[in-house]
């Protein structure tokens, strides 16, 4: 069965350093993945995904996340921490190319910035 | 503005008692979905709907009911053989990605 695993529940940095939250999957075949923030009491938000195109993805607010085959990962970044990034961010993964809202979501992790 | 909304934010409900949950959408999708988040845990799929007068069950199904009679609504029904209720509720619709609305807090008290 296919399943996310997020390493690390709460990922503190300070503000301006590099921001990385690690996502890794299990798939039999080629997945769509995704990465979602979430501010408090709000719903999901959609930063970027990966369909197969190029590995290296560019997301909105400055992240990107680079898919890498060979070790089933699907690892967040972005280079330089703003206080506004402090958000809950899952990752998700969809093994149906017709259906890319039936997603398996990762158990999400906490991002703090600290000034 | 396209968007989903969902209605009410915040909802109290006694043990019991069935509760219905609103969700809209203005973005002309065909699928919609409904998710659980609970504290600490990712999100889980309760139903979903791919078009209108079809919808599906999803890992969570058990306690909940779902209609599509149109296009723009997909309204979810929480009943009271839901044995934990308490959660966070998102609705979605999808077109390449999923876009959520705002949420529903449901408290059994």
């Known amino acids: 069965a296919q399943s996310v695993t997020q390493l690390g529940s709460h990922v503190s940095v300070s503000e301006g350093a590099l921001v990385l939250l690690r996502c890794n999957y299990s798939?039999?075949?080629?997945?769509?993945l995704f990465w979602y923030v979430q501010y408090p009491n709000q719903g999901l938000q959609l930063l970027l995904k990966?369909?197969?195109?190029?590995?290296l993805v560019k997301g909105i607010n400055g992240f990107e996340a680079e898919f890498k085959k060979s070790e089933t990962s699907f690892h967040l970044t972005k280079p330089s921490a703003h206080m506004s990034d402090a958000a809950e961010y899952f990752c998700?993964?969809?093994?149906?190319?017709?259906?890319?809202?039936?997603?398996?979501f990762g158990q999400g992790t906490t991002l703090q910035v600290k000034p | 503005d396209g968007g989903i909304t969902q209605s009410p934010k915040y909802l109290f409900r006694k043990e019991g008692q069935n509760v219905t949950l609103s969700c809209e959408q203005n973005?002309?999708?065909?699928?919609m979905y409904w998710y659980r988040q609970d504290p600490g845990q990712g999100l889980r799929l309760i139903y979903y709907?791919?078009?209108?007068?079809?919808?599906q069950k999803g890992d969570i199904a058990e306690g909940y009911s779902v209609s599509r009679e149109k296009k723009e609504s997909f309204p979810l029904t929480v009943t009271s053989a839901q044995k934990n209720p308490t959660a966070f509720y998102l609705c979605?619709?999808?077109?390449?990605?999923?876009?959520f609305g705002s949420g529903t807090r449901l408290t059994v008290v």
């Open positions: 979605a619709s999808s077109d390449r990605a999923l876009t």
């Open positions: 798939s039999s075949v080629p997945p769509y």
């Open positions: 990966y369909t197969s195109a190029a590995t």
């Open positions: 998700a993964v969809s093994l149906y190319s017709g259906n890319t809202g039936k997603l398996i």
């Open positions: 973005l002309n999708h065909d699928a």
């Open positions: 709907s791919q078009i209108v007068n079809d919808f």
